[in-house]
């Protein structure tokens, strides 16, 4: 795990990076081309974790498999009440969460994690086909948990942090408590009369417009030194959204370079997706598989892209169990950022209504 040192009032474990070993002459050449490395994502999101008032420990968690999970966990001390569990979506990490670690670790402990392939998570070569790498996903986090040592806790999941989760929650039920859906992808089945599709971000617009059938962010890694400047251009409300915290372009550099890296998670969601906005295997089509006593509370932003219907239909199809829905005025599909204090203060209630 490495040594420990202290930043601030928080615990931070220094730990080796996982640099990405190229392979073959093009990606020899591209990591010259692209302003990128673990160590520049590992310096950046130290910056962001500063930020962080609570104690907290930061390291890689391996996994039997040689996989390891970065891994933070904030006030681990608090050992009397379930731990919350937050799971980012595409394309983020443990750092976005920096408007909530706090607040929802004043009473208990939260775990974050970067998702495999994703982050400073390992980047492995996932499977092909949408069931065998939605799978890899689920048993990576089940194998953490294990890890981890945590018996059971509440599990809250964002877009396609929100998708495993319920997919984990299908097959480990006994370890969730209560289940935490934060505009979560790829619930609906897509609509076969095309003016039912709701129309995705225009900064995805834009991207599939420059690389048709690529990885979605590819866009990042074929742009070379312009790369940076990309993410300032397609998504200029993340800046905005964590102004409070960062007046330079912190969270720009963040999304960055946790996206110029080997695309193992991205090519795994690829594959996961029949189009941005839809997945292979819908979720709607599966909920009703876990388990009755399993609660749920599926939280969407008022002005999001994502289907907010869904919420009702999960609740028509688990009709003997708690599922609750909402909207929060104010917000679009990064509801944890969009509106952090009114979106804390509705996960502590649901927390506090665990233990």
């Excluded at 040689?66 to 980012?88: A, F, Y």
């Excluded at 129309?199 to 690529?214: E, M, Y």
Aim: hydrophobic share 40%; proline share 7%; with cysteine.
């Amino acid at each position: 795990m490495g040594w420990l040192s202290s930043t601030r009032q928080g615990l931070f474990t220094m730990a080796d990076d996982l640099e990405q070993q190229p392979q073959g002459w093009l990606s020899s050449w591209l990591p010259a081309w692209r302003p990128t490395s673990m160590s520049q994502l590992k310096n950046v999101e130290a910056r962001i974790l500063q930020c962080l008032q609570n104690k907290f420990l930061a390291r890689y968690v391996s996994l039997p498999n040689q996989n390891k999970i970065w891994t933070v966990t904030v006030s681990p001390e608090l050992r009397d009440r379930t731990p919350l569990v937050m799971v980012h979506g595409f394309g983020g990490g443990v750092g976005l969460w920096i408007l909530n670690m706090d607040s929802l670790s004043a009473r208990r402990t939260l775990h974050t994690f970067d998702l495999l392939g994703f982050g400073r998570s390992s980047r492995p070569t996932f499977p092909r086909d949408p069931e065998g790498a939605e799978d890899e996903f689920v048993t990576s986090i089940e194998t953490w948990r294990e890890t981890m040592g945590i018996p059971s806790m509440i599990l809250l999941g964002h877009s396609l942090g929100g998708f495993l989760a319920t997919s984990y929650s299908i097959k480990y039920p006994e370890r969730v408590k209560h289940l935490i859906l934060v505009d979560p992808w790829g619930f609906p089945l897509r609509p076969t009369d095309p003016s039912e599709i709701r129309a995705p971000p225009t900064w995805f617009k834009a991207v599939v417009s420059v690389l048709g059938r690529s990885n979605p962010l590819a866009v990042l890694r074929v742009a070379g030194p312009w790369g940076p400047g990309l993410v300032q251009r397609f998504r200029p409300d993340f800046k905005r959204k964590f102004a409070d915290f960062f007046e330079d372009d912190t969270i720009s550099e963040y999304i960055y370079h946790c996206n110029a890296q080997n695309p193992s998670g991205e090519t795994a969601f690829k594959a996961m997706m029949e189009s941005f906005g839809w997945a292979r295997r819908p979720m709607l089509e599966r909920i009703h598989l876990i388990r009755k006593d399993v609660p749920i509370t599926m939280i969407y932003g008022a002005n999001t892209w994502i289907d907010t219907s869904t919420g009702k239909k999960v609740k028509m199809q688990r009709p003997d169990s708690y599922v609750r829905d909402m909207e929060i005025e104010g917000a679009s599909h990064h509801v944890y950022a969009d509106q952090p204090h009114i979106f804390n203060s509705v996960v502590e209630e649901i927390c506090d209504s665990v233990d």
